[in-house]
């Protein structure tokens, strides 16, 4: 099976923009979609990004998701930070067998 | 609105079967567009997908955990629930239910979306 590898952590200043990687190890990024959860501390997951760059309804047009097929990765891009926006972020697809994979997670650290 | 809410016991000894069950409310578990799902959480750690399963019973599992995990459905209940047999400390964990859609583009599967509030099980005699 393969596996999603993102940055234990990162840290940006209110207003600036942050961007999280998820690298896969083995296999197309683009074979299965790409979602991004947010987590913040005591709660249950949320989704930010659903099929590699989708918006649930609620979720503000400051964050965004992408796909590169050349370093086969997908970003969350998170504009205009805010210090509600510190959390862990998590990206999660599926292999071929639909068996649903997750990234480590990335706390994000809005100071 | 769909709610996922998570019951079981909080505390099961080593090398026991932990029990839970995920009770939907809000919409139908036996709807064709969607499959259910358990993911875990240690404390302090990431997120671990256990298994998947649709209302006519068909199922996915984390091959890691395959040889100890049974998912099951009701849908007179609307209910599904997960067993884990053989526990140890490692199965310590937050244990998170929730729905997993399908793309109505090209039918692979998308989402984990809405998850329950999560219950802890704590492994220990």
């Known amino acids: 099976n393969f596996m999603l590898t993102q940055p234990h952590s990162v840290s940006e200043s209110p207003g600036k923009t942050v961007t999280i990687s998820c690298t896969r190890s083995?296999?197309?990024?683009?074979?299965?979609?790409v979602q991004w959860y947010q987590q913040r501390p005591g709660s249950a997951p949320t989704t930010v990004i659903y099929e590699d760059n989708q918006r649930p309804s609620g979720v503000p047009d400051r964050f965004s998701g992408s796909i590169d097929s050349s370093s086969n990765s997908a970003s969350l891009t998170i504009s205009g930070l805010k210090t509600e926006d510190e959390a862990d972020y998590y990206c999660q697809s599926y292999d071929s067998s639909n068996h649903a994979v997750f990234g480590g997670g990335t706390k994000l650290t809005v100071l | 609105q769909l709610q996922l809410q998570e019951s079981g016991p909080g505390l099961v000894k080593p090398s026991e079967t932990l029990s839970l069950t995920c009770t939907v409310s809000?919409?139908?578990?036996?709807?064709?567009?969607?499959?259910w799902g358990w993911i875990r959480q240690p404390p302090g750690k990431g997120l671990e997908w256990i298994g998947s399963?649709?209302?006519?019973?068909?199922?996915y599992y984390n091959p890691s955990l395959k040889s100890r995990v049974t998912i099951s459905v009701d849908t007179s209940k609307n209910q599904f629930s997960l067993k884990l047999s053989s526990v140890t400390a490692a199965d310590t964990a937050v244990y998170y239910c929730?729905?997993?859609?399908?793309?109505?583009?090209?039918?692979?599967?998308?989402?984990?979306?809405?998850w329950g509030q999560g219950t802890l099980v704590t492994v220990s005699s």
């Open positions: 929730a729905r997993r859609g399908y793309s109505g583009y090209d039918f692979r599967p998308n989402w984990f979306d809405p």
């Open positions: 809000g919409g139908s578990i036996s709807s064709s567009s969607y499959y």
């Open positions: 083995s296999g197309s990024i683009a074979s299965n979609y």
């Open positions: 399963i649709y209302y006519s019973g068909s199922t």
